[in-house]
């Protein structure tokens, strides 16, 4: 069951104070929260359930904390954030899945959070990107647009984690602060795009096999 939506002209003012953030956008979007902390109003204690439940321009807000479970995000237009980056993780525990995928949908923003662990079956196997925003095979459209992350960290333990920050066929977006590390293929990708219209700042990528890679991409 789809649990209570705050609008703007409710409780959202009183829920994004006690959280932290301040919300920019739409005066009809919901804030759905994600706590696993003992509070009084309606919440969620998983991403997925909120990312299920969220309708495009909501914005989910996830509470400090550890969440050992990958998100998959198909809703075009919502918005992923974290109270404190270094606070809210999620530890992968070396699970073969993807971290933070987000399969062709428009618009979607992650910030302010941290993603690790997400590992690859093996060394040349598929999964093990710790945030992925996905625009599919690449086979002549563009799979998504309007993609944004900020502040973000993600990092590998192990041999296994494949890409840090994973953009694939997709256009018109940009990353601001963010870092990557340990991954056996590349820190940060962008490519399988024509023309990316991307712009990446203020990033620290080390430790990985590559840094940056543009595999088949146009303009950046």
Not at 39 to 47: D, E, M, Q
Request: with cysteine; proline share 3%; net charge negative.
């Amino acid at each position: 069951m789809r649990s209570t939506r705050f609008t703007r002209h409710a409780a959202v003012g009183a829920l994004t104070s006690a959280l932290g953030v301040a919300l920019t956008g739409s005066a009809f979007a919901a804030v759905l929260v994600v706590t696993n902390a003992p509070v009084a109003y309606p919440h969620y204690t998983t991403i997925q359930s909120a990312v299920d439940a969220a309708a495009s321009g909501d914005w989910i807000m996830i509470d400090a904390g550890v969440y050992p479970d990958p998100v998959y995000i198909t809703t075009p237009g919502i918005h992923l954030r974290g109270v404190d980056r270094n606070a809210v993780v999620l530890d992968g525990q070396h699970q073969p899945a993807n971290g933070i995928e987000v399969w062709k949908a428009n618009d979607v923003s992650i910030e302010n959070l941290t993603v690790h662990d997400f590992d690859r079956p093996s060394l040349d196997g598929g999964m093990g990107n710790e945030i992925w925003w996905n625009g599919g095979d690449g086979s002549g459209t563009i799979g998504l647009t309007g993609w944004r992350g900020r502040y973000l960290t993600t990092y590998s333990t192990g041999l296994l984690g494949g890409y840090g920050i994973f953009i694939s066929n997709s256009t018109s977006g940009s990353l601001d602060q963010v870092y990557a590390s340990g991954f056996n293929d590349s820190g940060l990708y962008v490519g399988a795009c024509r023309d990316c219209r991307a712009r990446v700042s203020h990033a620290l990528v080390e430790n990985n096999c590559l840094g940056y890679s543009g595999t088949n991409a146009g303009a950046i």
